[in-house]
């Protein structure tokens, strides 16, 4: 593992939310947080570890009947767990903020000194690696590491009104699939191990678990597809795109974010890589042993990574949309109807760092996160360093669908008698809440 301590030397794994250290004014954080740890709540008393099987802790999706999906690196597998019924707090009266006056709240302040106090460490040494909702209850997970390096211990914490509580694994009924042809510790890229993209994303769809990331193979990005519940059995697709922005065809730099949708009633991947290509697979395509080239539709940009890749709908003309939040840069928001249309770039042509495709169309929004989910339809919440503080890790919420906090800057409404064109001041005292 990469020695993130060094000075001058920074890894990609952070902005793929991979678990290097984030954070500005790291020093700043720990006087001025101190007195906010003693709200972090414990399951136990000493330290809650619960890693049950898992040897590291990255990408989580729910699966089927309440399955809980996760990533395991080091372990070169995807685990299933089974959630119980005693394993979800509704989240009925959390506030979320004032949807029309476009204030969020936050849900944790100093998520990250809460979680080294619940962990039994130091906030630097956390690693928040995803986040995930609870459709029915609206619980929030998070994927959680204490340490990096041999010594990591995984976590899947839980967010219960505000309260950080350890989700107990070795208590749960468990599954696992393991993935093949993990690159050797000692395969290198510029500044850190082939294997920390051996397992990139997870998602679930009808049935199956769809897996991407890196392989020791010829054609290294590699997509599998994995049946639930697990029987041993899995397909292995080897894809290709043309990526624009560096005038070439890709075989080695694997899918970052995915997601399934139906295009046509036919089931499609669509994909952003490392210097976001918005690529597009059909699934028909993706069978074992399998290469395949896939469509490249849009291009977001070049020198950033994609973050998080969901849909929502707006609530404001009620249709669907693609998000893809980035690291350097503001999200994407694309049409979902426009993918179905959107016809693939060009391919064999010169290096063009101009947008592409649908990344000509996409709608910007000014998002700053490190995790993002969707929590209902008027609401998104975000894992980000505070924008008003730079130094602080929060847990907070955003109004869909601009995806910006009217808390963070003033604007001419702020004024005593200002222009008001949003009826903000009729709002000013209504505050959302989970129902």
Same mark, same amino acid.
Request: aromatic content about 8%; charged content about 20%.
């Given at each position: 593992?990469?020695?993130?301590?060094?000075?001058?030397?920074?890894?990609?794994?952070?902005?793929?939310?991979? @678990?290097?250290?984030?954070?500005? /004014?790291?020093?700043?954080?720990?006087?001025?947080?101190?007195?906010?740890? @003693?709200?972090?709540?414990?399951?136990?008393?000493?330290?809650?570890?619960?890693?049950?099987?898992?040897?590291?802790? @990255?990408?989580?999706? $729910?699966?089927?009947?309440?399955?809980?999906?996760? @990533?395991?690196?080091?372990?070169?597998?995807?685990?299933?767990?089974?959630?119980?019924?005693?394993?979800?707090?509704?989240?009925?009266?959390? #506030?979320?903020?004032?949807?029309?006056?476009?204030?969020?709240?936050?849900?944790?302040?100093?998520?990250?000194?809460?979680?080294?106090?619940?962990?039994?460490?130091?906030?630097?040494?956390?690693?928040? &690696?995803?986040?995930?909702?609870?459709?029915?209850?609206?619980?929030?997970?998070?994927?959680?590491?204490?340490?990096?390096?041999?010594?990591?211990?995984?976590?899947?914490?839980?967010?219960?009104?505000?309260?950080?509580?350890?989700? =107990?694994?070795?208590?749960?009924?468990?599954?696992?699939?393991?993935?093949? &042809?993990?690159?050797?510790?000692?395969?290198?890229?510029?500044?850190?191990?082939?294997?920390?993209?051996?397992?990139?994303?997870?998602? *679930? *769809?009808?049935?199956?678990?769809?897996?991407?990331?890196?392989?020791?193979?010829? $054609?290294?990005?590699?997509? *599998?597809?994995?049946?639930?519940?697990?029987?041993?059995?899995?397909?292995?697709?080897?894809?290709?795109?043309?990526?624009?922005?560096?005038?070439?065809?890709?075989?080695?730099?694997?899918?970052?974010?995915?997601?399934?949708?139906?295009?046509?009633?036919?089931?499609?991947?669509?994909?952003? *890589?490392?210097?976001?290509?918005?690529?597009?697979?059909?699934?028909?395509?993706?069978?074992?042993?399998?290469?395949?080239?896939?469509?490249?539709? /849009? =291009?977001?940009?070049?020198?950033?990574?994609?973050?998080?890749?969901?849909?929502?709908?707006?609530?404001?003309?009620?249709? #669907? &949309?693609?998000?893809?939040?980035?690291?350097?840069?503001?999200?994407?928001?694309?049409?979902?109807?426009?993918?179905?249309?959107?016809?693939? #770039?060009?391919?064999?042509?010169?290096? &063009?760092?101009?947008?592409?495709?649908? /990344?000509?169309?996409?709608?910007?929004?000014?998002?700053?996160?490190?995790?993002?989910?969707?929590?209902?339809?008027?609401?998104?919440?975000?894992?980000?360093?505070?924008?008003?503080?730079?130094?602080?890790?929060?847990?907070?919420?955003?109004?869909?669908?601009?995806?910006?906090?009217?808390?963070?800057?003033?604007?001419?409404?702020?004024?005593?008698?200002?222009?008001?064109?949003?009826?903000?001041?009729?709002?000013?005292?209504?505050?959302?809440?989970?129902?």
């Amino acid at each position: 593992m990469v020695d993130s301590s060094v000075p001058g030397l920074h890894s990609r794994r952070g902005a793929l939310g991979l @678990g290097a250290k984030s954070g500005l /004014g790291l020093a700043l954080a720990g006087s001025m947080l101190a007195t906010d740890v @003693g709200q972090a709540a414990t399951v136990n008393e000493g330290l809650p570890r619960s890693a049950g099987p898992l040897r590291s802790a @990255g990408k989580i999706a $729910f699966g089927p009947d309440n399955i809980l999906l996760v @990533g395991d690196i080091k372990g070169a597998a995807i685990h299933a767990f089974v959630l119980r019924a005693k394993d979800f707090d509704r989240q009925t009266g959390v #506030e979320l903020g004032n949807f029309q006056n476009f204030e969020g709240v936050d849900l944790v302040q100093g998520l990250d000194v809460k979680l080294a106090s619940l962990m039994g460490t130091t906030y630097d040494n956390i690693v928040v &690696n995803d986040m995930v909702v609870h459709e029915p209850t609206k619980q929030i997970f998070l994927s959680v590491e204490r340490g990096r390096g041999p010594v990591v211990i995984p976590t899947i914490v839980k967010v219960n009104h505000g309260r950080l509580e350890v989700l =107990q694994l070795d208590a749960l009924s468990h599954s696992k699939a393991s993935i093949p &042809n993990e690159p050797a510790d000692t395969a290198r890229l510029e500044f850190e191990p082939q294997s920390v993209y051996a397992v990139t994303d997870v998602k *679930y *769809y009808n049935g199956e678990v769809f897996v991407t990331g890196v392989s020791n193979q010829r $054609f290294a990005s590699t997509l *599998y597809r994995i049946p639930f519940p697990f029987t041993g059995s899995l397909a292995t697709s080897t894809v290709e795109i043309w990526h624009p922005v560096h005038g070439e065809w890709e075989t080695r730099a694997p899918i970052i974010r995915q997601i399934i949708r139906e295009v046509r009633v036919e089931p499609h991947v669509f994909a952003v *890589y490392g210097c976001t290509p918005l690529v597009r697979f059909p699934l028909a395509a993706l069978k074992d042993g399998a290469h395949v080239r896939g469509e490249t539709i /849009g =291009q977001l940009g070049y020198g950033s990574n994609p973050l998080d890749m969901f849909t929502f709908t707006n609530p404001l003309d009620q249709k #669907e &949309n693609l998000l893809v939040t980035i690291d350097t840069r503001d999200g994407a928001q694309i049409g979902v109807a426009e993918l179905d249309t959107a016809p693939a #770039e060009p391919t064999g042509g010169p290096i &063009n760092f101009d947008y592409g495709g649908l /990344g000509r169309t996409q709608h910007h929004l000014p998002i700053k996160s490190e995790h993002m989910a969707i929590l209902n339809p008027r609401w998104a919440v975000v894992v980000w360093r505070h924008p008003t503080t730079g130094y602080r890790l929060d847990l907070g919420t955003l109004m869909v669908p601009y995806f910006f906090d009217r808390r963070l800057g003033m604007a001419e409404m702020n004024w005593p008698n200002g222009p008001d064109p949003f009826h903000y001041r009729a709002h000013r005292g209504q505050i959302d809440t989970i129902s």
